[in-house]
């Protein structure tokens, strides 16, 4: 039903080398961009990866962008990403703590 | 010449856990459309095994149309919740769980084994995972699934050296990735044993009646 790409490789590799962050992002982008280039619909999940991984950057900004595109196109995930956008919200941009101390509880 | 090596002992060797008709009439009623994947529970010695099966979940679930939540996203903020231990979390109120996420059920998915081990000139890889589905509105299970898969690195080998080298290449670096991929595939088809189409498949709400018991 979805281009995937290569999505379950992209997670298994982000557990498999945590370390290799830049690649995590430049891939599940790879796959945002090649389904947007040809008008398919971005398979489920996939935006709001990305823009989980963009506030993990400290790109808080940007990770709204993406939790907000996850909202309209997939309305099951409104109640989620609602708390997502407001959690990043409230961060103040680019943390010096990397990403664990950029990350604030979501569940209250 | 390893993949179709590999396809064709899958199907050799995937024990089928079909016992007569299922029961679907929970899954229709409750008619989820979103559903949350959570973190693996693991009942293997491979400590990495739970990520790596967990990044093969969301693929086939989808792909049988439904709405799956970001797993990666979802294990992050339960780990940041002091959720970090799967067990707690497949243990927690289904009920309370969905609610946080704006679920319709959640999958618990778990390890059964996980395993490469070498025996004389093979490599036997094996992997089984099982599967339940609750519904987050009564925490009743809608479906569960129960698949095992082997790999015989020496099928179709001809010759000791080469028998040899494929059991070391296997043992380095068993087919995981891929059996829990077909592992999946294979207890999520329908009809079979699988999940009937959901919302968003052209098909939802139109395959179950052949197979479906008498309400």
Redesign the interface.
Known sequence: ??R?GD???V??Q???HPEDRQEFVEKLTRIILDNEQRGARV????Y??Y??ALY?EGRAQEAIKYFEK?SSL?P?????MKK?IAVASRSRGPTTTGPAGA?????R | MRVLALTLLAALLACAHAAGPRDYSKLVAADP??ILVVPVVNKSVEV?AP??F???L??PL??R?????????VK???E??GLADASMVHDADPIRLCS???A?AVLYATIEQWTARYVLLSTITSVEFSYVLKDCKTSAELWTGHHAMQYDSSAGQQGLLAAAIMAVAEKSKPSY?PMA?QANIDAMAFPGPGLPAGP??PEHGHDLEPTSPPR
């Not at chain 1, 990350?103 to 569940?107: A, N, R, S, Y």
């Not at chain 2, 149309?65 to 996203?73: D, I, S």
């Open positions: 039903m979805y995937w999505y379950d490789e997670l298994y982000h557990y498999r398979p489920p999940g996939a709001a990866e823009g989980w993990e996850e997939w099951e995930s409104r109640v989620l997502m990350v604030e509880p979501v569940i | 459309r979103a990495e990520d790596y967990l990044s093969t969301p693929v989808a792909e149309g439904y709405y799956v939540f970001p797993v990666n996203l992050r903020v339960l940041d919740d946080i996420f704006g319709d990735l991929r968003y498949r």
